[in-house]
């Protein structure tokens, strides 16, 4: 019995796998037995059906053929070697593909990838789809998913910096561009008075008074003519050297226009003069050599801008102040001059636009000379139809649409300490038609002065100093009456700490771990500080310490007439100044008290006045330099650019449009052959009716 109870015993334990007492196993063997138990069930693999094999194709009987000679002995014993290797390489093969075809033997795998395994497949059968497919209502195929889960929203690209190219020195700029004004200026004169000559004897001829030699004589007249010509072509060279420089860079602008109509003007007056059967009209030279002498003024009054603007930009390599353009407008920011140069040498807009349409012009110009000359077999007056048309279409306002106003703008710029980078420059910052106005520009220095002081339950000095410390920290225009308020009384600044704006008009901060609140009255009512009810303040600042009132300060604001002048001309000029103060005092009800009531300002909201006054702080690409402080040099570079930008582009669309109506009435007089009504002197009139408005604006 004895003998069964431990054979009942010894099977047990080999039942349930427990250990008898007193026998110890180590980790490996209980690593191993777990193994060599579970191996069974992960690692055998179904055993793959074999391929059934494939039928041959049947073979289709071989042609016969002639039977071949039966080989020599050395050949045969070839033949034999050739067959064993090839039979020896078939049963390679064989044995090759029998290896891969045979299953192969299980690998040993660890207790950690056998528990790495499970794992994964557990969570793989517990894991949810997030999105279910659904079924259609009557239909059987399940629908593709459409929902998608989509990220937070990517950050936008900021835009590339606009790039800045080789910048000259501005000393070196203005030096350059005084040598071309005085080499111009001295030839405006003489040219004027050559060009009215063939003018003001064709004038004479018209009312009656005959001149000795010149009426009646075509041939002496076009000898005057080429004359006045040649010597405005030699005086006027700049024209020429700008009209084909330009050409080169790919622009067609007035000054190229004219002097291709002068040198037509000169080839029809040589034609006259050599070739037999044109027709016996005067030549249109006149109208040419006055076009050269206005091209030649235009060219010197820019010269004369690009001088003024220079010569004020390089009075300091670190200006104080410069003007950009931002997303809400101009802005004053601080001085840096790098890409000043840049902006001021691209192409303005007149130059832009009749890139776009004087070559329509031109080609307009040949191909109705001849359709007017060849096409009616005329073929003689293919020089003076041209030169006809193309003087109408050279207009004497081309070539003074962007100079005169740019001249007359960086003249008196330059005269107040100003200086604009030209079209570019003046374009960008008077696109918006908007300025953002900070406190010192509308108050500047000197205009705020202390009125009174009241103290409660505080001695002066502490209270000086934490006034002094939250109006730095709100970087107001309160710092500078503050600051010398605190030199006064020998103070100091206090560290202020979590600094607060309110929309309500005031500031809190912690000040020595104390609750410090100043702004104005209101504002002390809402954070429910009391004041006393004798206090009936418009403009004072209230300081409180741990919800009590410590001080009031009565602050008075003194208008400005410089400040006053530069908001009237900004309303006149149509530009909105946007409010960007730290003061609370400082609001649109207070301007209208302070200045005319007409003046009319953006405020915009609390976060959107902070972030626009620190833009002062930055230093963006200049478009528009400032020596001088105030709102008033600020204002005017501005509304003169505003003004500029406005004149140019009505200018160059007059000039324009005379240049296709003239080019139009011309051809259709020529074609018809009525040049007793298109006469020098007719021309010369109708180009100079056309100037007048261009000088007007």
Known sequence: ?????????????????????????????????????????????????????????????????????????????????????????????????????????????????????????????????????????????????????????????????????????????????????????????????????????????????????????????????????????????????KGFSMAARKRCVGELLISISALAAAADCAACLLLEGRTAVPPYGG??????????????????????????????????????DTDRGACKQRGAVPGFYTTAMKDNAAALWQTALLPLVLVGTV?????????????????????????????????????????????????????VAGWAGAEKISRRRTMIVTDGDLFPPGTLQLNGERFYGEERRKAVAYAASMARGAGSGLERLFGSLLREENGRYEKVDDFSFFEEGGWSAAIHGESVLMGTASFMRKMTVRLPGDVNLKTGVFLAVDRQLIAIFAVKYQPAENVDYALRMMRRSRITPILASRDPNITPALLKRKFHKGVKVEFPDLTSRVALSEAEHDRDLPRALLFREGLLP?????????KLCKSVR??????????????????????????????????VVFLLLWLVPVLLV
């Open 367 to 419: 191909v109705f000379a001849g359709l007017s000359s060849l096409g009616q077999g005329r073929g003689k007056d293919f020089l003076l139809n041209w030169s006809a048309i193309l003087a109408a279409g050279a207009t004497f306002a081309l070539p003074l649409c962007w100079s005169l106003p740019w001249s007359r703008l960086s003249r008196h710029l330059q005269q107040t300490g100003c200086a």
């Open 634 to 642: 600020y204002a005017e570079t501005v509304t003169g650019s505003r």
């Open 1 to 241: 019995m004895a003998d069964k109870k431990d054979d009942l015993r010894l099977d047990d334990t080999l039942l349930t796998d427990v250990p008898p007492e007193g026998e110890d196993y180590s980790l490996e063997e209980i690593l191993a037995e777990f193994s060599t138990q579970r191996e069974p069930k992960l690692l055998t693999e179904e055993p793959k059906p074999e391929p059934k094999p494939e039928p041959k194709p049947k073979l289709k009987p071989e042609p016969k053929t002639k039977p071949e000679p039966e080989p020599k002995p050395a050949q045969a014993a070839e033949l034999a070697r050739q067959e064993a290797r090839d039979k020896l390489l078939a049963q390679a093969v064989d044995l090759e593909k029998l290896e891969k075809e045979l299953p192969k033997p299980p690998r040993p795998v660890s207790l950690e990838e056998v528990v790495g395994s499970t794992v994964d497949a557990v969570m793989e059968e517990n894991q949810e789809p997030l999105l279910k497919p659904r079924r259609g209502l009557f239909s059987r195929r399940p629908l593709e998913e459409t929902e998608s889960l989509y990220g937070p929203p990517e950050p936008e690209p900021e835009p590339d910096p606009e790039p800045i190219g080789p910048e000259e020195d501005l000393c070196n700029a203005a030096a350059d561009w005084r040598e071309r004004y005085q080499a111009r200026r001295g030839t405006v004169v003489p040219a004027l008075f050559i060009g009215l000559v063939p003018t003001i004897l064709a004038a004479v001829e018209k009312y009656g008074i005959t001149v000795p030699v010149w009426s009646g004589d075509i041939r002496f007249q076009s000898i005057v003519v080429l004359t006045c010509l040649a010597l405005n072509i030699l005086l006027c060279r700049g024209v020429f050297v």
């Open 650 to 683: 009505r200018s160059s669309a007059l000039a324009l449009l005379g240049s296709a109506a003239g080019t139009l009435l011309a051809f259709y007089l020529v074609f018809l052959g009525a040049y007793e009504l298109l006469t020098p002197l007719s021309l």
């Open 287 to 324: 109208a040419a050599c006055l076009a050269l002498a206005f091209a030649q003024w235009g060219v010197s009054r820019e010269c004369r801008g690009m001088y003024d603007m220079f010569r004020a930009a390089s009075l300091d390599d670190e200006p104080p102040y410069l003007v950009t």
